[in-house]
Nanobody, 115 residues
Framework: QVQLVESGGGLVQPGGSLRLSCAAS????????MGWYRRAPGKQRELVAS???????NYAESVLGRFTISRDNAKNTVALQMNSLKPEDTAVYYC?????????WGQGTQVTVSS
């Protein structure tokens, strides 16, 4: 069982940066690939980035080169560094296992990119 709590969202101007963090509780964290997902208004939830237990990463084409996912297994955390933010990055961001598990969705953290 894994419980996930996201933090770090906020309001930022276009071109700005934010760092999201996901704190995981439960011994299963270190054996799971993890992902950051987002749901923009009026759109379906989508995978933004994923990271395996061996720290191999993959990114959605829309964020490639701007976002970086990382994990710290000792601290049971997963981070998403977001640079060069665009208005279209506005969404609620969630972390979950990858592929996602319906039991692990948390409240997410709101990211708003606006001038």
């Amino acid at each position: 069982q894994v419980q996930l709590v996201e933090s770090g969202g906020g309001l930022v101007q276009p071109g700005g940066s934010l760092r999201l963090s996901c704190a995981a509780s439960g011994s299963a964290f270190s054996i799971n690939a993890m992902g950051w997902y987002r749901r923009a208004p009026g759109k379906q939830r989508e995978l933004v980035a994923s990271i395996t237990t061996g720290s191999h990463t993959n990114y959605a084409e829309s964020v490639l080169g701007r976002f970086t996912i990382s994990r710290d297994n000792a601290k049971n955390t997963v981070a998403l560094q977001m640079n060069s933010l665009k208005p279209e990055d506005t969404a609620v961001y969630y972390c979950n296992t990858w592929p996602w598990d319906v039991n692990y969705w948390g409240q997410g953290t709101q990211v708003t990119v606006s001038s």
